[in-house]
DNA sequence: ACACGTCGGGACGCAACCGTACCGTCGTTG
DNA sequence: CAACGACGGTACGGTTGCGTCCCGACGTGT
């Protein structure tokens, strides 16, 4: 192949930047609308308001575009302050959650993913990647913090931990679909640090396993 | 109309059970499989070795199939034994919450329904009343219990706690995906146990803690 | 000012599914 | 034993979405 010289692209020859932040955030109203499922190309242009052709330029298909969102969206980390307590770190988290399940958009598109997940790998594993990031972070600043305040036991189980602190609000706001008042946070809070310090109590068993 | 003499039908002009029990059977494996979205009649026959119009004659739509099912399966409430105390009957229904979202249909119909309920409000009833039966029964039984024996205060917050005990499990197994030991179960009985008892002071405020 | 070359848009063939109408079958009831 | 009548299955038109191809438009770099 003589590709002796090659311009590169210019004019209108270029991606219009627009056109692609359009096409984005019809797919998450068409996702939060039919879900992955029923996710359809041409719904998402027509929503658009663009054509087909732009999107398959951008994307080879429905999976690599949604892939791209995901990772877009699950890439920022939320920052955790440090408050100087557990339970004030906590409260904070909840507050951040909540807020976030809050949104319409996210509460329809999050569990509808996570199901899609079970059924698709490419998806499960994105988000799998996603999720263990999240966890760790919880995992290793929240309760890092509390271990090194002396709040928790050093030999905390990180695992258990992020269950148990994300798992209530998650069931409350995705599944039972109702709301978390705000003044309900801290109540919640000092539940879920009772219960990290008892769970935290490595397996009793007879130890041995590390 | 003169419907003078209307016999009863009989013959072969009655449904047969073992094709409607195939389509059931066939409706919950294509759901686990491509999920409420793609579910179609066609499939569904295919898979149950049935034709399409079997399928019509006894619901009117795919709606009406599904919510049938939900009915069907969420009707029969789980028995909550009695072991004399708060944590016994908790591991218990641990136990048996761990056990049911272990089978694979269970933990990819679960979590697609309910994301779907976000979207198609006569799912979302349906749902939503399973889970309030689920979640009243808990409450009363299980906390009802608790507050009788003194382990719980009496002005005990049912939803709270229904959030506590469920959340967490549900996270780990539907949402994480990781499988929940059975030697796990009893060290997050036991930190529920503790986060129930400050959670169920009931709103605080400028109240002493107990 | 020209020419380059990618862009967006519309159209097309293909496949899947929906919901219905029709048709021969079959077991019970009188 | 004969007729009833709903059964299950096939066939059909209509709709929707996929993925591709071709074309005119357009704006930058030479």
Redesign the interface.
């Known amino acids: 192949m003589t590709t002796e010289k090659r311009r590169a692209p210019a004019g209108a020859a270029v991606l219009r930047g627009e056109i692609t932040t359009a096409i984005r955030a019809a797919v998450m109203q068409e996702l ?7 996710l359809s190309i041409e719904a998402v242009a027509r929503r658009a308001g663009v054509s087909k052709t732009a999107i398959y330029r951008r994307w080879r298909s429905k999976l690599d575009l949604v892939l791209d969102m995901v990772s877009a969206v699950a890439g920022r980390n939320l920052p955790l302050l440090d408050t100087g307590s557990l339970l004030g770190d906590l409260e904070i988290l909840l507050h951040v959650l909540a807020r976030a399940l809050q949104h319409r958009l996210a ?2 598109i999050i ?2 993913l ?3 997940a ?2 698709t790998p490419q998806i ?1 594993e994105k988000l ?1 990647q996603a ?1 263990d990031d999240y ?1 760790q972070a919880v995992g290793r600043i929240l309760i890092g913090r509390a271990v090194e305040r002396g709040e928790l036991p050093p030999d905390a189980d990180r ?2 931990a ?3 602190i ?7 706001m ?5 709301p978390l008042g705000a ?2 946070v801290p ?2 809070a ?10 935290c ?1 490595r ?3 007879d130890e041995v396993e590390v």
Do not use: F, N, T
């Open positions: 939060a609308e039919v879900g992955y499922g029923r509460s329809q569990p509808d996570l199901a899609e079970a059924r499960a799998q999720l966890q695992r258990a992020v269950d148990l994300v798992g209530p609000v998650y069931w409350r995705a599944i039972s679909r109702a003044e309900e109540r919640l000092s539940a879920i640090v009772a219960a990290l310090r008892v769970a109590v397996p009793v068993r």
